[in-house]
């Protein structure tokens, strides 16, 4: 199946400045970094008081939230890099480095909405793993979720490359393409993770 064509480039008289796509891309890349977040709690985790406070969903119920927010944010980054005009670093933006106020190509009324639901939509995601992600690290914590430490170091992978794309102030067609990476491999281990459900 053919997929859809990009918006294309407007004449001049019918067009609009783009938004900057580092104002998507990097609430994306922080969702991301919420999940790989859960490296963390392997070697952070404390004894647990019987009077902690507790989540308000079941481990099993905020496991299937971070997975599909993982597959969300998959389709995000594919989105990403389908439109590059907006998002992925198409001509001369794509050597830009991480910053913002990126000059963007002017575009059509029709891409502007593309941009606009990507927003809306990174949105959506950036609460829900950082929600799902609290809640699956509580549960780490109190024992439902017992996962051998090989799933914590590929979270914890995950955040190093993360954090590479920040320091070392990558381009955003790098950022982007690392972004979709990133959002696959999470995916993969949410899925373990799921395997280790004591409760």
Known sequence: MAKPPEPQAPDDADSRIAPDPFAAVLPAIAALGTIASIA?????????????????????????????????????????QRNPRLFAGEGAQGASPLKFGV??????????KVYQQAINDVASMLVLAS???FE????????????PEAIFFGFGECQDTLNKLIQNRATLKATVDAGADVAQRLTNLVRELKKYRTD
Do not use: N, Y
């Not at 070697?43 to 079941?58: F, L, Q, S, Y």
């Not at 699956?136 to 996962?147: K, L, P, R, S």
């Open 103 to 112: 000059h963007g190509p002017r575009i059509s009324g029709d891409a502007a």
């Open 136 to 147: 699956v690290m509580c549960a780490i914590e109190d024992g439902t979720v017992e996962a």
């Open 40 to 80: 963390t709690i392997h070697w952070a985790a404390r004894e647990r008081a019987a009077d902690r406070m507790r989540p308000k969903r079941k481990a099993v119920t905020a496991l299937r939230e971070l997975e599909t927010c993982c597959l969300h944010l998959s389709e995000i980054f594919r989105r990403f």
């Open 131 to 133: 929600q799902s992600a």
